[in-house]
């Protein structure tokens, strides 16, 4: 059964500041892994998707690594900024339906 | 990309009514839907896989009974929370994935529907 676990749990830095979110996994047969990003009361945003034949991708701030053959994926977020406050959540699919992990709540002070 | 609707966005009922809410594939066919529950400061936990014409696979835990899927159609489920009470009070937010391709590989979620039970 895939498990997918995130480190930290909860994280505060201050502005501008860079940062690293980790996830990691256990069932390596992925299609695919998400990272969403989710504000306090709302539904889930996309945030990159990394198919599992790459080995990272970019969006603005936001760059995120895979190593799936080690179960891990990086979320890097460059020059942080007090709205980037949310919580992350990196997600699986394989096989079985879309496994999340229970996310890193990022704070970002100014 | 594929966009997923779910009606309504808030509902607030008293204990014992039952609530339906609708999952919407707009673009795309959904082979496959599923339903995630989120209680407060906790990730989204699945509740039950369902495929079009099938009955649904619930998770371990899940009451079938208390919660009531069907998935008609490639482009909707609905889920019946059926004599709600207050510890249902969540947020409920389906998923759906396709036929081929992007679509297959992939769950697109939506809005999420959040139930309060009085």
């Known amino acids: 059964k895939q498990e997918v676990t995130q480190i930290p749990a909860a994280l505060s830095v201050p502005e501008g500041e860079n940062l690293v979110l980790n996830c990691s996994f256990t069932d390596s047969a992925i299609y695919n892994l998400q990272w969403f990003r989710q504000d306090p009361g709302k539904g889930l945003t996309s945030l990159l998707l990394?198919?599992?034949?790459?080995r990272e991708q970019t969006s603005g701030r936001l760059n995120a690594s895979l190593d799936k053959s080690s179960g891990r994926s990086t979320l890097y977020i460059a020059a942080s900024q007090p709205g980037d406050s949310a919580t992350y959540l990196c997600a699986v699919i394989g096989n079985t339906p879309l496994v999340f992990g229970k996310g890193t709540r990022l704070s970002v002070i100014a | 990309g594929a966009v997923v609707s779910q009606h309504p966005s808030w509902v607030i009922c008293k204990s014992g009514t039952s609530v339906k809410i609708e999952c919407r594939s707009l673009?795309?066919?959904?082979?496959?839907m599923f339903w995630y529950r989120q209680f407060p400061k906790q990730s989204l936990m699945l509740m039950a896989t369902s495929n079009e014409g099938s009955k649904a696979t619930y998770e371990q835990g899940v009451e079938k009974d208390k919660f009531l899927i069907n998935h008609a159609s490639l482009t909707l489920s609905t889920l019946t929370v059926t004599s709600a009470h207050p510890e249902d009070s969540s947020f409920y937010i389906c998923?759906?994935?396709?036929?081929?391709?992007?679509?297959?590989?992939?769950?697109?979620f939506g809005p999420g529907t959040r139930l309060l039970v009085l």
């Open positions: 673009d795309f066919q959904a082979t496959t």
């Open positions: 998923s759906a994935r396709g036929l081929a391709g992007e679509y297959q590989e992939t769950q697109y």
């Open positions: 990394i198919q599992s034949s790459q």
